[in-house]
């Protein structure tokens, strides 16, 4: 699934007359992935909690920022299909996977064991730390998706590559929300025994690293031609080239922490906590 996911996103790059078909490809990996993992690690009741908050959080800010341009700034979506309240379903369905992916990395990254409930500051930081990774991967690809495919555009598109800074705090903010209500409701959904093993936190930082094969591949085969967003000439290509210069400090970064943070735990130290775990 990983792999078909990266030739999916290849496809995105280097054939844009594709992108539409590869990304419908790609997110349907992402979504077959996602399912699996918050079900087999926190059964279907905890894949439905998770669900439920973020796209419900995801669906009032994208609707309330069509209406109002709070608190993204005034844009407004162009994908073809049905979008309610001009917000197409696409949109949300991103918010669930790649915050449920964000949200995976940021428990690895914070926690002694990223499969136990924590209290204290660990309910408050974790959320904190994974609205800024989803943040890292917004600010590469909304420029990808504004201004190189014009899926959607800003009424006023400021920024050196037609995305405002208000788009990024908008994102800060919802992610947060969805974040934090995520881990204080945590406690109703407890892990299950696959996600006290190495390989069931393995799978979403390969799968979040592998989200930033798009902007890679399209230094390959850069696309020709050029867009005006806010008065100003954009080269398409100097858009993925700019995503894939933030793609490095942000989704490849992260991935890596994670990774590291998660092969550094002695497995010493893991049958501890487990041990700690089950005799609560």
């Known amino acids: 699934m990983l792999v078909l996911t990266l030739f999916a996103a290849v496809v995105m790059a280097v054939r844009p007359s594709l992108a539409a078909q590869a990304g419908a490809v790609q997110m349907a990996f992402l979504i077959l992935f996602v399912v699996a993992h918050a079900w087999l690690g926190y059964s279907a009741k905890g894949m439905a909690a998770f669900v439920v908050i973020a796209g419900v959080v995801a669906f009032a800010l994208e609707a309330i920022g069509v209406a109002t341009g709070f608190p993204f700034g005034s844009y407004t979506h162009h994908l073809a299909g049905p979008k309610p309240l001009g917000v197409p379903p696409v949109a949300v369905a991103s918010w669930i996977i790649f915050g449920w992916l964000a949200w995976a990395l940021a428990r690895v990254i914070v926690r002694p064991d990223a499969s136990t409930v924590v209290g204290g500051a660990e309910r408050f ?5 994974a609205t800024f990774i989803l943040g890292g991967y917004d600010l590469v690809y909304d420029p990808i998706g504004a201004t190189a495919h014009d899926w959607y555009s800003y009424h006023h598109p400021t920024g050196a590559l037609g995305v405002p800074l208000t788009n990024f705090l908008g994102w800060l903010l919802t992610g947060w929300l969805i974040f934090q209500l995520a881990t204080l409701a945590e406690t109703s959904f407890p892990a299950r025994p696959v996600t006290q093993s190495r ?82």
């Open 125 to 129: 930081t974790t959320p904190v730390v």
């Open 199 to 280: 390989s069931y936190w393995l799978l979403p930082c390969l799968f979040w690293i592998s989200t930033a094969t798009q902007v890679f591949a399209g230094l390959i085969h850069p696309t020709a031609g050029a867009v005006v967003r806010g008065g100003k000439t954009i080269q398409i290509a100097d858009v993925y080239e700019s995503g894939a210069s933030a793609a490095i400090f942000t989704i490849v970064c992260t991935g890596i922490i994670a990774l590291v943070r998660l092969y550094s735990r002695s497995p010493a130290l893991a049958d501890t906590l487990v041990a700690q775990k089950n005799s609560c």
